[in-house]
């Protein structure tokens, strides 16, 4: 057996494993708790539930349920290290937009991310929005003054548009190489824009299935170990039976043999079906990094957005690493939740 003692992963970006998901209609504390507990197992031990573009109403509702489960709990409360929301102000350009609903897209409001934060308890870390949208700059810059970091997403920018959100103070990537066209300019185009950004730092779904091993390699190369971030973008299908699915996420979902969620009819991806353990898996088989460079991007790095310096963040699993990634054992703030 290879055993070894890694950092807890952090994932930046879940919707959801095991069927618990963060943006269902009748999300509850109930369902983030038995999410976070799911998460456990899998080796992650902070993360950012993510809510997606929806009505403010469920944005609030989904907003509500994550509060109350932290308070549920002081375990549940470390591990859900603050939110994720990502849209509505996103493009309406079929391909950029991805999988979110496109009667719920808008402009951003800073008086709706003041409601958010109020509903959020100021939980709010990350926005992922498409810099393009009208009042977007000056949403940027109101949200880094409160410690939100910008994202952007969902896309489709002009060159001196991702040059003016870096300048605002966008610093984050959304899942780069995903929710863009499928066909770009060669170049110059925003996705080089985004690679050649020193101010920004990326996050990639490494699930095997969203970016080709080369080209995450060389989109990982471009942007330097240490300005990249592995997220699972997990849905809530993750981890359940191949088969077909109503979801909330816009519809129809089929869940493949090999766990590649797509929604049904177009091929298209509707988020990951593997989690953060399952990306590293890939990583690891996949890719021309070592152990320790993969956990750079899926440990201290994503910790680091969250002003988590690992030394005061004592969380460790420990895995086994015959034939994949097994979670053996789980600590959480020096407490023991998952052992196996
Ligand atoms: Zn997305």
Redesign the pocket.
């Known amino acids: 057996m290879s055993v070894r003692s890694w950092p807890g992963l952090v994932d930046l970006q879940v919707n959801g494993f095991h069927g618990f998901d963060v943006n269902s209609d009748d999300v509850t504390a109930d369902t983030i708790v038995a999410l976070t507990q799911a998460l456990w197992a899998e080796g992650i031990t902070s993360y950012l539930p993510t809510v997606i573009t929806a009505s403010e109403d469920r944005i609030l509702h989904a907003l509500q349920a994550i509060v109350q489960a932290r308070r549920s709990d002081p375990l549940i409360a470390h591990s859900i290290a603050g939110i994720h929301v ?1 849209g509505p102000s996103l493009s309406p350009e079929d391909g950029a937009r ?1 999988a979110h609903d496109a009667a719920q897209l808008r402009d951003p409001s800073i008086a709706e991310l003041e409601r958010w934060q109020q509903a959020a308890d100021g939980l709010i870390r990350i926005v992922t929005l498409a810099p393009e949208r009208a009042g977007a700059l000056e949403y940027i810059a109101v949200a880094k003054a409160q410690g939100i970091r910008i994202s952007i ?2 896309c489709a920018p002009a060159l001196e548009q991702v040059r003016e959100a870096i300048d605002a103070g966008a610093s984050l990537s ?2 780069l190489g995903n ?1 863009i066209h499928p066909m770009l300019p060669r170049h110059p185009n925003h996705l080089w824009a985004q690679l050649a950004a020193d101010d920004l730092t990326a996050m990639f779904i490494a699930d095997g299935h969203h970016l080709p091993a080369d080209t995450l390699t060389a989109m990982i190369r471009a942007k330097g170990l240490q300005r990249s971030i592995l997220t699972s ?1 997990s849905a809530a299908l993750a981890g359940c039976p191949p088969g077909r699915y109503s979801t909330p996420v816009g519809g129809d979902v089929t869940v493949a043999d090999d766990g590649r969620l797509s929604l049904s009819g177009t091929g298209l991806l509707a988020g990951s079906g593997t989690s953060l353990r399952g990306c590293i898996e890939w990583a690891l088989a996949n890719l021309p990094f070592t152990e320790d460079e993969v956990l750079i991007m899926a440990a201290s790095n994503p910790a680091r957005m969250l002003r988590r310096p690992e030394s005061s963040d004592p969380d460790r699993v420990d895995v086994d690493l015959d034939d994949g990634v097994h979670v053996r054992r789980v600590v959480v703030s020096q407490t023991t939740v998952f052992e196996s």
């Open positions: 990502e991805g997403g969902h959304t899942h929710g973008d």
